[in-house]
């Protein structure tokens, strides 16, 4: 544990700041996390993928029977092709089990409200605030509260981070657009889907639905080939008008999703772009999560990796003794392979779940279909053969820094 108690501060209370922090406190620190939003969010959120290295982290925090309970149940998927009459079934539970060992899939929403509510008793938590300037000396300033000194400050508030503006500057310069974008929003469930995934599947383009067992509505999930898109990524008229546009004449459900976009209450659309970056830290500073490596939303297992770097990141200040000059090179040494393999599963993953062409819509659905049907230790067998693509975070080893926990 730190020599004496030095002062985090954490900018992000969405994922990788609340686990963050949960490990800080247990390691003796003393942690802020300022967000920007005037509460935790509950914005509608997507589901997001939690694999064996965030399932093991969470059960240490004793979580994880929380997110059991919330987990979304999604377990089958019924797949329509473009010019194709008969639908093809599959089996999620044989393609996650193919992929890791231990997988939940949960809202991001209800991932976040579990673990802030696992250190909101412990963490000093600032809503509605967001810094504005970081001096060498870790001395903050704040759009509306006051200045504060603080040893260390993380920035964990994802892929447009303002932390990583404010020290590195803006984020073009290191981010890659990988030729696709996402886009999420909520309808009403009025197929009551259950368990249930109904995708949609053309040349450059996928539409899908599912519903959660404890939500009320269900979400709309888009995924498209294209060239940079002209928009902003805070106008949202213009990213509906985008949306549109990619998925016009794919098929009459997902025209009648599109004509719920003016009444969704929740709707999030940005580019499927990766952070490449030399080095996560500058002097007292340093990044996790999405600010510092995003793979790629939705296609690089990136929720997972920043539970995992906020474990690493932690363990390694509290082994440093709280000595930021030593904890952080050796936490990009643990982290940098895993990113690097994350990268280049995001970009397979983008080729593959969007084809390209009407073969690969067929190797996909074909491929999907196969593993389905194999019995589940086939399938993993099989999937153990390549372990950078489909077992990669099955390679994530979680290391153990319990000799520096305090409580």
Not at 15 to 31: C, D, K, M, Q
Not at 355 to 368: D, Y
Request: proline share 4%; aromatic share 10%.
């Amino acid at each position: 544990m730190p020599s004496s108690s030095q002062a985090v501060l954490v900018s992000g209370a969405s994922i990788s700041g609340p686990v963050l922090a949960y490990w800080l406190t247990r390691h003796g620190f003393e942690v802020t996390v300022v967000e920007r939003a005037p509460s935790p969010r509950k914005t509608g959120g997507h589901a997001v993928d939690l694999f064996r290295p965030a399932m093991e982290i969470s059960e240490r925090m004793g979580v994880l029977p929380r997110l059991e309970a919330k987990a979304t149940g999604t377990d089958r998927m019924t797949v329509y092709r473009e010019g194709v009459a008969r639908p093809v079934s599959v089996d999620l539970t044989k393609i996650y089990g193919a992929t890791s060992d231990r997988h939940l899939e949960i809202m991001r929403d209800d991932l976040g409200e579990v673990y802030y509510d696992a250190t909101r008793d412990d963490v000093e938590y600032v809503f509605g605030d967001s810094i504005t300037s970081i001096s060498d000396d870790g001395e903050v300033t704040f759009e509306h509260g006051e200045p504060r000194r603080f040893d260390i400050v993380v920035g964990a508030d994802g892929l447009h981070s303002n932390v990583r503006r404010l020290i590195f500057g803006e984020e073009s310069q290191f981010s890659e657009f990988i030729g696709a974008y996402l886009a999420v929003f909520s309808v009403p469930n009025d197929r009551n889907l259950d368990g249930e995934f109904v995708n949609h599947l053309g040349v450059d383009r996928m539409a899908g639905m599912y519903g959660a067992r404890h939500l009320g509505d269900a979400r709309v999930v888009c995924l498209f080939r294209s060239e940079p898109l002209d928009y902003h990524y805070r106008d949202v008229a213009r990213q509906k008008e985008l949306l549109r546009a990619a998925f016009a004449g794919l098929h009459s459900d997902v025209g009648e999703w599109l004509g719920r976009l003016e009444d969704t209450p929740a709707f999030y659309f940005d580019s499927i772009t990766q952070l490449r970056m030399d080095t996560w830290s500058r002097g007292r500073v340093t990044l996790v999560g999405d600010a510092g490596y995003c793979p790629g939303p939705a296609v690089g297992g990136s929720t997972s990796l920043a539970v995992l770097g906020a474990y690493v990141l932690a363990g390694e200040l509290a082994a440093a003794n709280g000595d930021h000059t030593r904890a952080f090179p050796a936490y990009e040494r643990e982290m940098a392979e895993l990113v690097q393999a994350s990268r280049t599963f995001a970009t397979t993953a983008a080729k593959t779940l969007i084809p390209g062409s009407r073969f690969g819509m067929w190797g996909l659905v074909t491929g999907a279909r196969v593993v389905s049907a194999l019995p589940a230790g086939v399938g993993k067998a099989l999937a153990r053969l390549n372990t950078q693509t489909f077992r990669m975070h099955e390679s994530m080893t979680v290391k153990d820094y319990s000799t520096s926990v305090t409580a």
